[in-house]
């Protein structure tokens, strides 16, 4: 048994607990039952099915296509990989739009996909959603910052200057303000951790002291109680490399390279060799040319 799955399953008590001891969080995307397996035996603390399922992994054009069917599909593939991580599951745009809709939709996620906990996009506008599903007992993260699923929308409110998306947030006084307490006005309402995406190291730090909960950041700096990447970034599997993830390795390019050889190796008849056949019993196969040669 890998060292990592001994290690006492996470849950969202144990990632306050982190924060409280001064340690660091690490979460990575995972969308299905391989990666799953490979965060897990990394003693990855959250595995996050993010709606970045769309364009990482669907082909879609942005996050607003992914559905709940496409979450709760890609959650379960990801509960049946893991047995220590926190499975976190996003709720997909148009899927928390009311309290109702919220409630049934993390529903969905936790009791057919199998998910620990679910994560929504948005400050004030999702706080009575988000205090109904902790009321129901559900495990819930905030995220602030960029929020994708409302692309350049909640910027541009949250920033208030018009006629400019920001994308990076807590560029100055008022707008580290006003995330602050956005994400003041989630922890009071029962979220236990907030992601901060495209957030300034400053204002991320800031936050991240005056918050109790941990805050875990994707372009939010080093001040975080832990951090999260798209797996497909860290492991190079993406064709543009962004500022704020860290390329640990280029499978994409040695995926290429594989299946280039691949193909030649099929064109020249060298693949499948001698070690990848099946024969017949020299005995069964003389045999058989007898009994053809008979026929003829
Ligand atoms: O969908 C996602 O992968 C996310 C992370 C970027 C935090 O929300």
Redesign the pocket.
């Known amino acids: 048994m890998p060292e990592s799955l001994s290690l006492p399953r996470v849950t969202a008590s144990y990632l306050c607990a982190k924060k409280a001891r001064g340690e660091k969080i690490a979460?990575l995307?995972a969308y299905d039952y391989p990666m799953a397996r490979l965060l897990d035996r990394a003693s990855i603390d959250i595995a996050?099915v993010?709606?970045?399922?769309g364009t990482?992994v669907l082909g879609y054009r942005s996050?607003q296509q992914v559905t709940i069917e496409d979450i709760v599909h890609h959650t379960r593939a990801v509960r049946r990989g893991v047995e220590r991580a926190f499975v976190l599951a996003?709720l997909p745009f148009l899927s928390y739009h009311s309290t109702e809709a919220a409630l049934l939709s993390a529903g969905r996620l936790i009791q057919e996909g199998g998910a620990d906990g679910v994560?929504l996009?948005g400050g004030t506008r999702v706080l009575p959603q988000t205090e109904a599903m902790v009321r129901a007992g559900i495990p819930v993260v905030g995220?602030l910052g960029f929020t994708?699923q409302s692309h350049g929308r909640d910027l541009y409110a949250f920033s208030g200057r018009r006629g400019t998306v920001a994308r990076v947030q807590g560029r100055d006084a008022a707008e580290a303000k006003l995330l602050l307490a956005e994400a003041r006005r989630l922890q009071d309402a029962g979220v236990f951790a907030l992601?901060l995406?495209m957030v300034t190291e400053e204002a991320a730090q800031l936050v991240s002291q005056a918050l109790e909960i941990p805050t875990?950041g994707?372009g939010a700096g080093r001040h975080c109680d832990g951090q999260?990447?798209?797996v497909h970034d860290l492991l190079g599997f993406s064709s543009v490399e962004l500022r704020l993830a860290k390329v640990y390795a280029r499978l994409g390019e040695e995926a290429t390279k594989a299946l280039s050889i691949y193909r030649e190796e099929v064109a020249g008849g060298i693949f499948p060799g001698e070690e990848n056949v099946f024969h017949m019993e020299p005995a069964a196969f003389a045999q058989l040319r007898e009994q053809l040669a008979a026929e003829n």
């Open positions: 979460a995307t996050l993010g709606d970045s399922v990482n996050e996003d994560k996009e995220h994708p992601v995406e875990i994707i999260v990447l798209i």
